[in-house]
């Protein structure tokens, strides 16, 4: 019962930017992803999702190949991801951008996926009439993330969650993703900020360079800097 990521490559114009990538996580885990700007990591989750080729390796859902399938199927199987930069329709209201991305749904499911999303974020319950594109960074992300749950996920990849946000909105998301992972949501967290990402993780990696240059439990990571300054570095 795990989203398993093998021996992952991705090429870019004959670079690796994913090169040879192992990870996996559970449900009700969270799995952190984190490097430096251009480790690799945003290129890992778009290819994970069926938004980037992938050249060698796979995924697998419970054992069942993802590899190459086109993103709609890969949600549809119940993985969905959150891009970096808070993509949403910016000339429609929440309440249409949350029911756009719950189109492949029956029209009951939308309905039930819908209350969940606006139990889990009462901000956006408040704003459903609102057009996104007028409203701030951290609301914006916060229906980012719920576009992803309106496909009922098992399973998030979100790439920086907190980039350019305020810390009292990066705590709230923080909270989000603690009661998303207590439903049973299994979760890859790509973030440059190391203390939001470890706070949330039960495992972490470290890419650079595209590589993997650590996996093991997030708490080794907290206790001993040395280890994450030579993954890093």
Avoid at 61 to 70: C, I, S, W
Avoid at 146 to 172: N, W
Avoid at 182 to 191: C, D, K, M, S, T
């Amino acid at each position: 019962m795990t989203l398993s990521i093998e021996n992952l490559t991705v090429l870019e114009r004959g670079r690796a930017v994913v090169s040879d990538a192992t990870l996996s996580v559970a449900p009700g885990k969270v799995t952190a992803v984190l490097g430096a700007n251009g480790a690799g990591k945003s290129e890992l989750v778009l290819a994970v999702a069926g938004m980037k080729p992938v050249t060698s390796g796979s995924v697998r859902l419970d054992g069942r190949e993802l590899t190459g399938l086109p993103p709609d199927v890969i949600r549809g199987s119940g993985v969905a991801a959150v891009p970096e930069g808070h993509r949403v329709l910016t000339r429609l209201s929440v309440d249409d951008n949350l029911r756009a991305a719950g189109s492949l749904l029956a029209a009951r499911d939308v309905e039930d996926a819908l209350a969940s999303t606006y139990v889990l974020f009462p901000e956006l319950a408040e704003r459903k009439k609102q057009i996104a594109g007028t409203m701030s960074g951290g609301q914006q992300q916060m229906l980012a993330i719920g576009h992803a749950l309106m496909c009922r996920p098992r399973y998030l990849l979100i790439d920086e969650m907190s980039l350019g946000l305020a810390p009292l909105i990066v705590k709230r998301l923080v909270l989000a993703i603690r009661e998303l992972v207590a439903r049973g949501v299994g979760v890859i967290l790509v973030e440059q900020f190391i203390e939001v990402a470890l706070s949330l993780a039960d495992d972490a990696v470290v890419m650079r360079g595209g590589e993997v240059r650590y996996s093991g439990p997030a708490e080794t990571l907290k206790n001993d800097h040395a280890v994450l300054d030579r993954a890093y570095f």
